[in-house]
Structure formats: structure tokens, C-alpha cells
């Protein structure tokens, strides 16, 4: 199944319902939003299903984006998708695994200026990923987090504060800023 992006772009889904992409009309919100501030940046795709966000970022001049999924097929279509859309100077990492095991010991790159997490909603990675977030963050950072709207989520998690909550339709972002300091 293909799905377009920025640019009329068409990348490849993984069949079946096991991955549910964000809502196109979500991710151009999401990267008005973000308008100006995402060339050059780093950006991790936590969860990443199909790769979209990330390749939106790619899209948008992020220098760098790692994405971590745990469907090998998934991350397979990632690699292709991200692939097609890196221009020149930019990089990416797709890595297979389990978010949970993978950030609990640590991801072993450079903090990120973006991290955006978008979990199954029904998984249950909401409470025990969060805690987990802010050692990936760059001081200022910002974690966006995709959600059900109408779903609660704590304002802060350690040393990030909810500084934004948008909805549109079904899904929502939640958009958390890192308040630690530069050393």
C-alpha cells in the first residue's frame, strides 16, 4: 500500500492493520507547527510503524533521524522509504527492536533535538516509555507525543513539561519541552 507525504511523495505501508500511519492531515499540522525548526536537527521516530514522521522530517532538512520499530518487515520498508527520500547530507538509523529493552539500557547516539513517539494506542507503552524519554532529549528538546484525543497524559514526565495539546479529529499531540539546562 503506498501513502503520499511532503512533495507528493508516495512511500510504501506495511499490509495488513498491524500499522496505523499518521493521519496525513495530522502530520502537516504537526510540521506547520514545527515550521522552520526542523532543518539540521536530530530526530528519533519512536515507534515508527512506517516510517512517515520520520521521513516527513527528512523531508523537512533534518540532518539526522533514527527510528525505532519492532516489526522487521516494518523496519525493512523503513530503510526503503527513508531511503527515497534523503537527499544529500542527511543521514538516517532504522533499528529493530523493542522500545522498552532498547531505551532501558540506553541508545548509545547523540541526544535528539525531536523525539516523536507514537506507540499502538492499545499497547500499553504509554506509562512504562515516557520516564524514558528525557536522557534522549537535548536540553530545549521537544518530545511530541501522538495520542487518542480525549486520552489523559501526565504534564510532566522528569524533566520535561506539556507545553502544547492539540486534537484533530481522533488523534492528538502533546508536545513536551525539556527544561534541563545546558551545561
Known amino acids: 500500500m503506498g501513502l503520499r ?15 496505523r500511519p499518521t493521519p496525513g492531515r495530522v502530520r502537516q499540522a504537526l510540521f506547520n507547527i514545527l515550521q522552520g525548526q526542523v532543518k539540521d536537527c536530530r530526530w528519533l521516530d519512536l ?3 512506517a ?8 523531508c523537512y532538512g533534518a540532518a539526522f533521524v533514527a527510528g525505532i520499530e519492532i516489526a522487521a518487515p516494518a523496519c525493512r520498508l523503513i ?9 544529500p547530507g542527511q543521514s538516517f538509523q532504522v533499528i529493530q527492536g523493542d522500545a522498552r529493552k532498547l531505551l532501558s539500557r ?7 533535538d525531536y523525539v516523536y513517539f507514537d506507540p499502538p494506542h492499545d499497547a500499553g507503552l ?5 520516564p524514558l524519554i528525557p536522557p534522549l532529549l537535548k536540553p530545549g528538546g521537544t518530545l511530541i507525543v ?5 486520552q489523559k497524559l501526565p504534564e510532566q514526565v522528569g524533566s520535561l513539561l506539556r507545553v502544547d495539546q492539540r486534537a484533530y479529529g ?4 502533546a508536545f513536551y519541552r525539556n527544561l534541563e539546562e545546558k551545561l
Do not use: M
Open 106 to 112: 540506553g541508545l548509545g547516539l547523540d541526544p535528539f
Open 79 to 87: 530503510q526503503a522509504n527513508w531511503a527515497k527520500v534523503a537527499q
Open 126 to 130: 504509554y506509562a512504562p516509555l515516557l
Open 47 to 49: 515507534c515508527c510503524g
Open 5 to 19: 507525504i511532503s512533495g507528493k511523495r508516495t512511500l510504501q505501508t506495511p499490509a495488513g492493520r498491524g500499522t
Open 146 to 150: 501522538e495520542h487518542r484525543s480525549g
Open 51 to 58: 516510517g512517515t514522521v520520520g521521513a516527513e522530517a527528512l
Open 170 to 173: 481522533q488523534t492528538a499531540l
